[in-house]
């Protein structure tokens, strides 16, 4: 994974970290970003597009590229040309498995790189978040 990012454990088996995760029926129960995703086509694989509805109002267009389950999934988002990408990796662990993230804005210059920095502490909240939800349910 070449995106700037972490690693996050979840007490979940890896197949149940990633059907969760990568359903985008789930995120607003774990993005803190998110209010509703809308418009979502087709069910989880490659190419399924949906929008992400922000609490700031962005609304980008999301598609997964990549779906390897159990264990690599990615997306790309688009919003008035700037482009994100997310990357999961889910690895079985003795308690459950560890979730390997890698995000990365695209936009001209060193702002990317900034924005980039500065988002990623926020997608591995997301992700402890989603660790903590599973956690309860099972």
């Known amino acids: 994974m070449d995106l700037p990012g972490g690693t996050v454990a979840f007490a979940v088996p ?3 970290a990633f059907d ?3 359903d985008p029926h789930h995120r607003a129960e774990w993005q803190s970003s998110l209010r509703r995703v809308e418009q979502v086509v087709g ?5 399924q597009r949906w929008v ?5 109002g962005l609304r980008p267009e999301m598609t997964t590229t990549v779906l390897e389950r ?6 790309s988002g ?13 690895a079985g662990t003795p308690g459950g498995c560890e979730v390997a993230f890698g995000f990365r804005i695209h936009v001209l210059g ?5 924005v980039t920095a500065l988002s990623v502490p926020a997608v591995r909240s997301d992700l402890r978040r989603a660790a ?4 309860r349910r099972s």
Do not use: I, K, N, Q
Not at 70 to 75: C, I, N, Y
Not at 78 to 90: D, H, I, S, T
């Open 52 to 56: 992400d509805v922000t609490r700031p």
């Open 78 to 90: 688009r919003w008035r040309g700037v482009r994100a990408e997310l990357e999961l990796r889910f």
């Open 20 to 22: 969760y995760l990568v």
């Open 14 to 16: 890896p197949e149940v």
């Open 132 to 135: 903590e939800v599973l956690s």
């Open 110 to 114: 060193p702002v990317g790189r900034a």
């Open 70 to 75: 159990p264990t690599r999934w990615a997306e």
């Open 43 to 47: 069910e989880p694989a490659v190419g």
